[in-house]
């Protein structure tokens, strides 16, 4: 993921959220000379941001294995940001309609400095292997959901996030310049919808919609994914109306809401 551009200036906090997230980018716990080496912080000062990650319960120290992991009060405040920054919780009867409705899987994503995060998922009633789950951070210039949010961007935030991007051809359909991707945007807003075309993964498709507030601002997008074994991108099509309907739903519901910028 792109970093913020005035990192340099967050002090010590800023040090320790970045050792946060090294640590839970290896997705298993860690010895300390793994996240050394990993590491553009002095070995002193990386162990010293450490102990009092843990000191703090923001990471485990496991003294048998001499590894470190994400501690449990990071869990505590993931659920409190779900409940208090998430739409999860305002739009999870719609996802629960919406997946009994079409039996395929559902995504609903919000972008996180111009990545997705997928906040909650339905599974089809025939589960198929894919990258998103639930919490896991995507691409958003390769994902319906992403592409459906960004189209929506106002113009300055649009840059912003195109200029995050990391651009690396997954598939051989990959839309890898912001040229390509600013033309895609312009026939998302014609169509209402965005659809990954095996841009992320080969074999899996989605159709996606815009999570669009009164005012006009974008909160998030949810998506329809299948694979292309059992559905088709014309097929998919077929849903449009149910998933434009339900991502005006979850608009509706989350009106009184404030959401972070």
Not at 27 to 51: C, M, N
Not at 73 to 80: C, T
Not at 119 to 128: C, F, G, L, T
């Amino acid at each position: 993921m792109a970093t913020s551009p005035n990192k340099n200036s967050d002090g010590t906090v800023g040090k320790a959220l970045e050792v946060l997230d090294q640590i839970a980018n290896f997705g298993r716990p860690v010895r300390f000379t793994e996240i050394l080496e990993q590491s553009d912080h002095p070995k002193a000062t990386l162990y010293r941001l450490i102990q009092t990650l843990t000191n703090l319960g923001m990471l485990s120290y496991d003294q048998a294995a001499q590894t470190y992991s994400l501690g449990l009060r990071l869990v505590r405040l993931a659920h409190s940001a779900w409940r208090q920054s998430s739409i999860a919780p305002i739009a999870r009867p719609y996802l629960d309609a919406l997946s009994e409705k079409v039996g395929e899987t559902i995504h609903l994503a919000q972008l996180d400095r111009g990545q997705v995060l997928y906040v909650d998922k339905r599974n089809a009633a025939r589960p198929i292997e894919m990258f998103s789950q639930a919490g896991k951070i995507g691409p958003g210039y390769c994902t319906g959901v992403g592409k459906a949010i960004m189209a929506y961007l106002p113009p300055i935030e649009q840059d912003d996030a195109l200029q995050r991007q990391a651009y690396f051809k997954h598939t051989e359909h990959t839309l890898i310049t912001p040229d390509a991707l600013r033309a895609d945007f312009d026939t998302i807003r014609a169509q209402g919808v965005a659809f990954d075309r095996e841009e992320h993964e080969e074999g899996i498709v989605c159709i996606a919609a815009p999570i669009i507030l009164s005012t006009g601002k974008v909160i998030g997008a949810i998506s329809i994914t299948t694979s292309t074994q059992r559905n088709t991108l014309d097929g998919l099509g077929a849903f449009q109306n149910d998933l434009i309907h339900t991502a005006t739903q979850i608009a509706s519901a989350a009106e009184s809401w404030q959401f972070p910028s």
